[in-house]
């Protein structure tokens, strides 16, 4: 049967009601008795709780009520923290220890913070639950400090003045995010023993420490010291009997009469001594407060019934036990018995027994026992590459076995090269392909012993058995250099000395004894002697890769249209064509069939790795033609041909000539220059002078592209000389020979206001005004025209199509307009101008017929009112001109004619 665990501390021994005369004799009672009753007496007040209170709760509030025995955590948080991965974090765990009653202990536990960037968590439990953070105060106190120079935290945990209840299993837990660590010892306390003395009752329910930190807590540890009680005198009274017999409302006034300032605390003592007289109708016998056993052990559970023919019902956890060859119940008259057969940690938990309504609870401590190492770790000398296993044993195969290298714990990750194998009570570290970093002290730790062993790890002698080949590779291609070793080891490859890095181009492949090195789309750059170097081993395997591409002339990075280069006589042709190839190519120039070898002439060639170079000083016409360049080297040859032109100014045009003149402008026309440059002509230039001077003046600033011109702001009658100037892209030309001298004169207008006066059958009457403008060769006279009109009128009617107002409107326009559009003022009107009056001309007439008519339209009707009049007055044309006939004015004429008119 497992040993009862004490739940109650000197609080609880001082629970039991007695009078003044009885004081010492009962308080010596309860100090002998302190670990027996003591268990009963939490057990009763647990059952004086309401009934309405289910056994789940009863249970839980057993368990925040016992002092130190039990937990206050939840076992589901407890159980996944106890199944979380474990790291080491203590550098020094605390020691358990053994004190006598009344004495001090400390418990101390280091943190390494050198990685840590935070304070971590450190949690105090006693038993498998109970924080003892919320018990700090007279009795426990938690302190922490941190070294900087160490970079160590210290948690200390002080036990002042300890209890024999305060014995028992602790554990201290540290947690960092991920991390987990825990450390588990034991404190025993014990018992002196004391001589018995009278404690008069009073003294004992007085506050201690007044003003202090732990005012108002009832000192009971003064019911252990040796005190000298003064006897007083008189009749002894039971106070206890006063109270339970008095009014509630007289309380104050006993407890002020006999001394008692904890008005509080002798309610509290004096309601439990009322419900201690309340006995157990269904129980003779509880279950002790708590139970401990080990792991593996029997645990047996026993109560005594008042009737024996109740029922039963036992709980784990709220859960009812059924009957199983682990769960066996047992009934010896009163007694009825809970066996549990190979307690596991599982088995720890809070059990109830029910009779009906009453029922009573405990709880049970599974302790593991400590684990030992029955078979040490071996030394192992072993060579890179190979398998190691590091094996020993310990006496129970579920053991918490934790594996150390050089002291830094090792789990068995998926990712890890350690693997922890475990089989029944043997414990394998595995390492597959051991290098030289393995080498180290392996240790493992039980919570009963712990074991360690050196492994060393060497290195074999290396063998060369595939060794680099030289290799010839054309540009582009793929590079694959192989070799091959005796020994599963790493290594690295090196270019000219230089560390090769592995990128998307460049592959380094292990695989075992074999090293590949693959380089896809070789360059130039990759030329080179290279070489493996295995790791750990002074050995290097060389090998040379020789990269060779065929010569090839770039023309397109030139940007030549058609392979053709033009250059301006008279200056310098520095000519560079791009060229690849490797080995570098040799390069030959050529125009024809003459090879290019001079080195210091006027046309030369130089050759260059990466370029050829063609030189041409002061180009010449004669230079113009065809050049061939051929490149040529050991991978093969290339040939191209590029043209060059010598271009130049344009030669100059012929001489111009004067087509016609005005009153202040002429007409010139001429012929392009024999020889453009070798580029199209851009344009012309026109100069003017007076025939007796010498001064050229430019009659146009922006380039003439027409053979023809009209040079206008003349001097009439002054004789004028021009000249023209032929421009292309390289510059402008010499001018050309002047034309022939001439002199502008102005030029008769036309007659004005001619009018129809009559028409007869056989003739027609005209009148008209004299020119505007007479010449400077003055008026012969007149010269009369007219024509006869054609069959096909219908046509061009239909084509002009103006209506009588449209027809009105352009015949008054044009008269307004008519010395711009054809009279004396039509020269020097623009044909910018002339176009602008006829969209005026345009726009009045549109408004006054609305049919949108185009300039076309309106130049085609005037033209036939033209054609209709002619042949009106063709038919019967009388001339007479206004000057010499009757009354008519100066200026004036009339003409009479028969039949054609000459």
């Given amino acids: 049967m497992p040993e009862p665990t004490t739940k109650t501390d000197g609080k609880a021994a001082a629970d039991k009601p007695s009078g003044p005369t009885a004081a010492a004799k009962e308080d010596s009672q309860e100090q002998s008795k302190q670990t027996q009753d003591g268990p009963e007496k939490a057990k009763d007040e647990d059952e004086s709780t309401s009934s309405t209170t289910t056994a789940d709760e009863k249970a839980a509030k057993e368990r925040k009520d016992s002092v130190w025995s039990l937990g206050e955590g939840q076992p589901e948080t407890a159980e996944k923290r106890d199944n979380s991965q474990l790291s080491t ?68 945990m002080q036990i002042i003045k300890a209890k024999e209840n305060y014995a028992g299993n602790y554990r201290c837990e540290v947690t960092y995010k991920d991390k987990f660590d825990s450390c588990s010892f034991d404190l025993d306390v014990i018992q002196v023993p004391e001589v018995t003395q009278s404690i008069d009752i009073r003294s004992a329910f007085k506050r201690s420490g007044e003003g202090q930190e732990d005012a108002g807590e009832l000192d009971f540890s003064g019911l252990l010291k040796r005190r000298e009680i003064k006897q007083e005198e008189g009749p002894e009274i039971d106070v206890w009997e006063l109270l339970k017999n008095a009014h509630p409302q007289e309380y104050e006034k006993i407890a002020f009469q006999y001394g008692i300032t904890d008005l509080r605390g002798m309610l509290k003592r004096l309601k439990r001594m009322k419900r201690e007289e309340k006995k157990s109708e269904a129980f003779s016998k509880k279950l002790d407060p708590a139970y401990q056993i080990d792991k593996g052990s029997r645990a047996k559970f026993m109560v005594e019934v008042t009737d024996p023919t109740v029922e039963l019902k036992w709980y784990k956890n709220g859960q009812e036990i059924r009957p199983s060859t682990k769960y066996i119940f047992e009934t010896k008259g009163n007694q009825r018995i809970l066996f549990i057969n190979n307690c596991t940690l599982a088995d720890d938990a809070a059990y109830q027994v029910r009779a009906g309504d009453e029922k009573c609870s405990t709880e049970l401590f599974v302790r593991e026992p400590p684990i030992l190492v029955t078979k040490e770790l071996e030394n192992v000398s072993s060579y890179c590459g190979d398998r190691v296993e590091m094996e020993c044993e310990v006496s129970d195969e579920d053991a918490n076995v934790k594996w150390f290298k050089n002291g830094v714990e090792l789990t068995n990750e998926p990712r890890s090269r350690y693997r922890l194998k475990v089989d029944g009570k043997r414990h394998i570290l595995i390492i597959d392909e051991a290098n030289r970093g393995d080498s180290a002290t392996y240790s493992v730790m039980t919570t009963g012993g712990q074991s360690a062993a050196q492994l060393q790890v060497d290195l074999r002698p290396l063998k060369i058995l595939t060794p680099l080949t030289d290799m010839t590779v054309m540009l582009g291609k793929e590079i694959n250099l192989k070799c091959e070793i005796s020994e599963n080891v790493s290594g690295r490859w090196y270019r000219n000395g230089q560390l090769v890095l592995g990128s998307e181009r460049i592959k380094l492949y292990h695989k075992g004894r074999i090293h590949r090195l693959i380089i896809d789309n070789a360059l130039v750059e990759d030329d080179g002697d290279y070489a493996f170097v295995p790791d750990l081993y002074l050995v290097n395997i060389p090998g040379k890769i020789h990269v060779i591409d065929p010569p090839k002339i770039h023309f397109d990075a030139l940007n030549y249209p058609d392979n053709t280069v033009t250059v301006v006589a008279g200056t310098k042709l520095r000519l560079e064509i791009p060229i690849t190839g490797e080995p570098a190519p040799k390069i030959i120039w050529s125009k024809g069939d003459k090879w290019i070898t001079d080195l210091s002439g006027r046309v030369r060639a130089e050759s260059h790795p990466d370029h050829g170079l063609l030189i041409i000083e002061s180009a010449e016409k004669e230079d113009t033609g065809t050049y061939r360049i051929m490149v040529k080297n050991e991978a093969g040859e290339a040939v191209a041909h590029i043209k060059i032109k010598v271009v130049d100014i344009p030669d100059a045009p012929p001489a111009p000539i004067v087509t016609e003149v005005g009153e202040d402008w002429c007409s010139m026309i001429w012929e392009p220059p024999a020889y453009d440059g070798g580029c199209p002509i851009l344009g012309y230039f026109i100069e003017r002078k007076k025939k007796q001077s010498s001064r050229w003046m430019r009659l146009n600033f922006d380039l003439i592209k027409e053979n023809a011109f009209e040079p206008k702001k003349m001097i009439e009658g002054v004789a ?9 892209s390289i510059g402008t030309s010499k001018p050309s020979a002047p034309s022939k001298a001439f002199v502008p004169l102005a030029v008769t207008s036309a007659p004005t206001l001619l009018v129809v006066d009559g028409v007869t ?39 002009a199509n103006l209506t009588d107002k449209e027809l009105d409107a352009l015949v008054d326009n044009i008269t307004t307009f008519g010395p711009q559009l054809c009279g004396a003022l039509s020269a020097k009107t623009t044909s910018g101008e002339k176009n602008k009056i006829w969209s005026d001309i345009q726009s009045k007439v549109n408004a006054v017929g609305g049919n949108n008519r185009s300039i076309a339209e309106l130049k085609r009707g005037w033209n036939n009112l033209k054609k209709q009049t002619k042949n009106k007055i063709d038919q019967n044309v009388v001339l007479v001109p206004e000057g010499e006939g009757e009354g008519k004015g100066e200026g004036e004429g009339e003409r009479k004619g028969e039949g054609k008119g000459e």
């Avoid at 004028?720 to 292309?728: D, S």
């Avoid at 020119?771 to 024509?787: M, W």
């Avoid at 054609?790 to 046509?795: D, P």
């Fill in 720 to 728: 004028y000389e021009v000249r023209v100037f032929a421009v292309n």
């Fill in 761 to 799: 059958d056989s003739s027609v009457t005209m009148k008209w005004r004299p020119p505007d403008h007479i010449g400077a060769a003055g008026l012969d006279g007149y010269v009369i025209e007219y024509c006869f009109e054609e069959t096909g009128g219908a046509e061009s009617e239909k084509k």
């Fill in 89 to 156: 974090l203590f550098i020094e765990k605390p020691q358990g220890g053994t004190i006598n009653v009344g004495d001090n202990i400390t418990f101390v536990a280091k943190v390494e913070a050198k990685d840590l960037l935070r304070k971590p968590t450190v949690k105090w439990l006693k038993g498998k639950w109970m924080d003892l953070a919320s018990k700090a105060g007279k009795h426990l106190q938690l302190k922490e400090t941190f070294e900087r120079v160490t970079k160590t935290f210290t948690f200390e």
